[in-house]
DNA sequence: GGTACTCCTATAACGGCGCTATAGGAGGCC
DNA sequence: GGCCTCCTATAGCGCCGTTATAGGAGTACC
């Protein structure tokens, strides 16, 4: 069946124009933030014209989105590139702190992924990276650690590790500040048991 | 001394101005948050000119420093119009409420005033607003309940509720949901200890 | 081989944005 | 009267996101 083939050889040639401008976009997004990227700019690097963008993407919200999955999937990364402890609440204290990490790695795309100018629905990567944390939690209960509830103990976990990397990121105090760790241990002494056998 | 009372004068119609230019900004804001927020539509709101802005500002930016000052003076209003506990605990724990409250009475003032497209350095009223939360902490500590550092304490604390406020605003979960008052009692039982008399 | 048909891309433009060069009106000071 | 300073308006620049229009390239059928 030589008609797929060709098929996908076009496919591919448009393939590699998303590929170009999603690249160019994040260049842009790392080099000057949301504000830095602009669909003109992003044409020039990607050496596209605009109607080529519109008609891949839809518009610049759509095209965010985009980006916003793939800074998702790279946060994910940051948490199966290496390998978590076995202990659950070692490895959600673990996970806390590869959070915070990426944040301060990519502070543009941790911002895009937040604090978009014009907020959106979450993506389905965002939801699945959510998800990701729930099942961490999910396993300290199945562990009989875990005092509230599954999803409290997520959204709680998850504001106050967003809460400390959003501040970071603003500057507002060193990454290596007392405040992280004891943000960090409050909601770990206040979601989970300690081991009393 | 009549040359005052005339230039006080000059000076009124002048800061009347200012005032129309700065409730037209708040309405639009409320109303379409940052991004409605447009120069041009301010000027038809308050009858006014591009020039007069530029001339009374600066530039959009400072222009919006001073919205957040004033955003700012309305959150320490919300401390300041109740009285809060007289136990440096429970007045800690009234402040978390309260600050929440805030966020999701004025969600557009919030998040410009944490979540500008264009970063800023903290305007002066930031900077106050978070004076006055380390007084709180401090006055724990003066009661030798604090378990930590002030500053490390205060600057945890504003992370921890800075984190719930701004997901409860991009609607991750209800206001009334358990992982609010999760992550302020892990907090407070982190960094307080509770009275052994 | 010719011819429709579908994808993909480019030219050129529209309306809106933040911002400003320039200039003029209104009152205080001599 | 003339001068000077403060405040405001006219008109325009350069940038933005977006799109109406149209043309080129490969595919399918005759």
Redesign the pocket.
């Known amino acids: 069946m030589p008609?797929p083939a060709?098929?996908r050889?076009?496919?591919g040639?448009?393939a590699?124009?998303r590929r170009a401008i999603l690249a160019a976009a994040e260049a842009l997004l790392a080099q000057g933030g949301e504000a830095g990227?602009?669909?003109?700019?992003?044409?020039a690097r990607a050496?596209?014209?605009?109607?080529?963008?519109?008609?891949?993407f839809?518009?610049?919200?759509a095209?965010l989105d985009r980006l916003v999955d793939a800074c998702f999937a790279e946060l994910d990364r940051a948490f199966t590139r290496r390998r978590s402890p076995a202990d659950p609440v070692e490895a959600l204290r673990w996970g806390f702190d590869r959070y915070v990490e990426y944040g301060l790695a990519h502070p543009s795309h941790y911002r895009l992924m937040f604090q978009r100018s014009m907020p959106r629905r979450p993506t389905p990567a965002a939801l699945a990276s959510y998800d990701r944390l729930r099942r961490r939690v999910a396993a300290i209960a199945a562990a009989g650690r875990l005092v509230p509830a599954v999803e409290d103990a997520t959204a709680a976990f998850w504001s106050a590790v967003h809460g400390v990397t959003s501040l970071l990121i603003a500057g507002f105090w060193k990454s290596d500040a007392p405040a992280v760790t004891l943000v960090r241990e409050a909601m770990l002494n206040q979601l989970t048991t300690q081991l009393t056998s």
């Open positions: 008609a060709l098929l050889a076009r496919d040639g448009s590699a124009t990227l602009s669909i003109r700019e992003l044409c050496r596209v014209t605009a109607p080529t963008v519109y008609h891949h839809g518009d610049k919200g095209l």
